[in-house]
C-alpha cells in the first residue's frame, strides 16, 4: 500500500521528489573509503525509494527527466563555451587526442565485453555512461531506446546498468591513478614543482617590466610599429620620454627615441623575447613616478560592443587610454588589438581620470545587468537547441537516423552561442551563480527520476550473477582505456602526472576524481588539463552512447 495514497497526486510527486533529492544529497556527502558520491547519490536514493514503492506518475517522471538533462546539458554548454575552441590550441591537441582514445577504447570495449558476457549492447549502453559517470550519455541512449518501435524494459535496464556500473567508474578511475603513479615511481612534489615551473609563464602570469629603449634601429618609430610586440603579445601601457620626468600614457602613435624609459605587461618569457629588440631591462620603476595615470578594471556589458576586436573598438583613438589585460572567466590575457569581446569581459584600462571615465561609460560598466540572467536568449538558445536535436541525421550504414537529441543539441547550441555572445537582440548571459545553481538542479531532476522509473528491478538484478557480470564489464570500460592512455602519456610524452590526471579525469566527466587528483596535488593543477578536455569529450560521449543503440539495432 502507498503510504502516500491520501495525498492530492501533483502534492505526493513533488514530495517524493523532494524527499529523494534531499536524501540523496546528504548521501552524497558521506565518505566511503575516503570518496564522495556527490550528486551521484540522489541516483541511488531514487533507486531505494523506487524499491519501496514510492514513486512518480509515469508521465511527471518522463518530463522532469529529459527537462533535468536539458537544463543540465545546456547550463554546461554555456559554461564551457568560451574556452571551446582555445582548448585545441598548443598542448590541448596533445591532451585531447588522449582523451578521444579513452572514449573509443572505451566503446570498443563496451561491443566486445557486451558480447562475451550476453547481453545486448542496447542495454550495455548504459554500462558504458555509468563507468564513464557521464550522465548526458546515459539521457542520450535512453532516448535512442525510446525511438526504437518496441523498446520494452530496455530504457529501465539502461538505467540499472548505469547504476551498477557508476560506483566502479570513480573508483576505477582513482585506482588507475594510483597504479599508474606507483608503475612509475612519481614523486607528488617533484610533479607539482615541474607543473608550477611549466606553467609559470602561461597566459595567467602576466608581470610588468620596464625598459630603457637603447636599439638605434628604434629611433623615431612610433609604439604601434614597435617590433616584436604583435609576435609577443607584449602591451606598453607608459613611457616616459628622454629628458623628462613626467610619465604619460603609451599611446600607440607616440615615437620613441634612444633612452626612453616604457612600462611594458606580458609574461615573462614574452617579455624577456620583446627585451631582446628595444634594449635593456630599468630597474626603475614607471609606476613609481609623477604621473597623472591611473588605471581602473571595466566590465564589458554595452550590446552593440560584444563581439568587436579590441582594434575596433578604437579605445585609445577615441578616448585616450590604453587597454592593457582582459580578465574572461578567471583568465587573464594581454590586450591584444584581434581579441574578440564578450558580455561579462573585464578590461584594465590605462589613461588619466577624465578619460578613463569616458571610456567606462562607452563600455557599459554595470555590475547589475552582470548579475542579471537574460532569460528570453536562454529561451532562444533553448529552442534552437530542440531543434537541432530533433533533426535527424542520416549516416549510410546505420538502420536509423542520428539525432543529437535533448543531450547533445542543446548542448552544441550552448556552446555556439556563448562563443558568439549574442545574435542579434539576444545577449547570452548568465552569471556563475545562477548557472551553478541551473545545472545542480538539472542533474538533481535527471538522476531522481532515473532512479525512481529503475529501482523496483534494480535489487533484482544487481545482486545475481548478470549483475556481477555487469560490475566486472564495467570496471573494466573504466580501466583498461585509462590505464594504457596514462602509461603512453607518461613513457612516450612524459606528461606530467598532474596533467595525467586532469586528462584521465577529464575524458571521463569524472568530477570525483579530479576532486581526488587535486587533494594528491595539494591544488588545481589537474583542473588545468581536465578543463582541456571537458567539452570534446562530453560531446563525444552523447554521440558514442547513442551509436551504441543505433548500430546494434
Known amino acids: 500500500m502507498n503510504i502516500l495514497s491520501g495525498f492530492p497526486p501533483i502534492a505526493a510527486d513533488i514530495l517524493v521528489l523532494s524527499m529523494v533529492a534531499l536524501s540523496g544529497i546528504m548521501l552524497g556527502r558521506v565518505k566511503i573509503f575516503g570518496i564522495r558520491l556527490g550528486v551521484a547519490g540522489v541516483l541511488f536514493s531514487g533507486l531505494a525509494f523506487s524499491h519501496f514503492g514510492l514513486t512518480l506518475n509515469p508521465h511527471v517522471n518522463h518530463f522532469l527527466k529529459e527537462f533535468g538533462l536539458l537544463l543540465f546539458v ?109 608503475v612509475f615511481s612519481i614523486n607528488i612534489d617533484t610533479e607539482n614543482l615541474k607543473f608550477k615551473q611549466a606553467t609559470d609563464h602561461s597566459i595567467n602570469g602576466l608581470i610588468r617590466k620596464n625598459f630603457i629603449i637603447n636599439n638605434p634601429n628604434l629611433h623615431n618609430i612610433t609604439i604601434g610599429e614597435l617590433p616584436g610586440l604583435k609576435e609577443t603579445g ?163 550504414g546505420l538502420p536509423a537516423p542520428v539525432k543529437l537529441g535533448l543531450a547533445g543539441g542543446p548542448l552544441v547550441i550552448a556552446i555556439l552561442l556563448s562563443r558568439i555572445g549574442k545574435i542579434g537582440p539576444f545577449v547570452l548571459h548568465m552569471p556563475v551563480n545562477a548557472n551553478t545553481a541551473f545545472r545542480e538542479l538539472g542533474i538533481l531532476l535527471f538522476l531522481a527520476c532515473v532512479g525512481l522509473s529503475a529501482g523496483k528491478d534494480f535489487v533484482n538484478i544487481v545482486f545475481t550473477a548478470q549483475g556481477l557480470k555487469w560490475a566486472m564489464l564495467g570496471i573494466t570500460i573504466t580501466m583498461v582505456p585509462t590505464l594504457i592512455a596514462g602509461c603512453v602519456a607518461r613513457k612516450k610524452d612524459n606528461l606530467n602526472y598532474m596533467a595525467i590526471c586532469g586528462i584521465l579525469a577529464g575524458s571521463m566527466t569524472d568530477p570525483p576524481a579530479l576532486a581526488f587528483a587535486s587533494s594528491m596535488a595539494q591544488g588545481d593543477a589537474p583542473a588545468v588539463a581536465y578543463a582541456s578536455v571537458y567539452p570534446l569529450t562530453m560531446i563525444l560521449r552523447i554521440v558514442s552512447a547513442q551509436l551504441l543503440v543505433l548500430l546494434f539495432m
Open 74 to 182: 545546456f547550463t554546461i554548454g554555456l559554461q564551457m563555451g568560451p574556452g571551446f575552441f582555445s582548448s585545441f590550441r598548443k598542448e590541448g591537441i596533445r591532451f585531447n587526442l588522449y582523451a578521444v582514445f579513452v572514449v573509443l577504447c572505451g566503446f570498443l570495449i563496451t561491443v566486445i565485453g557486451a558480447k562475451l558476457i550476453g547481453t545486448p549492447v542496447k542495454i550495455a549502453s548504459g554500462l558504458f555512461a555509468g563507468a564513464t559517470t557521464n550522465t548526458p550519455s546515459l539521457g542520450a541512449a535512453q532516448q535512442a531506446l525510446q525511438a526504437l518501435p518496441e523498446p520494452g524494459d530496455m530504457v529501465n535496464l539502461a538505467s540499472i546498468a548505469y547504476a551498477v556500473a557508476y560506483p566502479f567508474g570513480v573508483i576505477g578511475l582513482i585506482l588507475s591513478l594510483l597504479i599508474i603513479k606507483r
Open 234 to 396: 607584449v602591451v606598453i601601457s607608459r613611457i616616459k620620454k628622454v629628458g623628462e620626468d613626467f610619465v604619460k600614457v603609451a599611446n600607440s602613435d607616440i615615437k620613441v627615441e634612444v633612452g626612453d624609459v616604457i612600462l611594458a605587461v606580458g609574461t615573462s618569457t614574452n617579455l624577456d623575447k620583446f627585451r631582446l629588440v628595444v634594449g635593456i631591462e630599468c630597474q626603475e620603476s614607471l609606476m613609481k613616478m609623477p604621473s597623472n595615470i591611473s588605471f581602473r578594471r571595466v566590465v564589458l556589458t554595452h550590446n552593440k560592443l560584444i563581439g568587436k576586436t579590441l582594434s575596433e573598438l578604437g579605445l585609445e583613438a577615441i578616448y585616450g587610454v590604453t587597454v592593457t589585460r582582459i580578465t574572461r572567466q578567471d583568465i587573464v590575457v594581454t590586450a591584444i588589438p584581434d581579441w574578440k569581446l564578450q558580455f561579462g569581459d573585464m578590461l584594465q584600462i590605462v589613461g588619466d581620470e577624465e578619460n578613463l571615465a569616458r571610456a567606462a561609460d562607452a563600455l557599459g560598466n554595470s555590475v547589475k545587468l552582470l548579475n542579471e540572467t537574460n532569460f528570453a536568449a536562454i529561451f532562444f538558445g533553448i529552442i534552437l537547441g530542440i531543434l537541432l536535436g530533433m533533426y535527424p541525421i542520416n549516416i549510410s
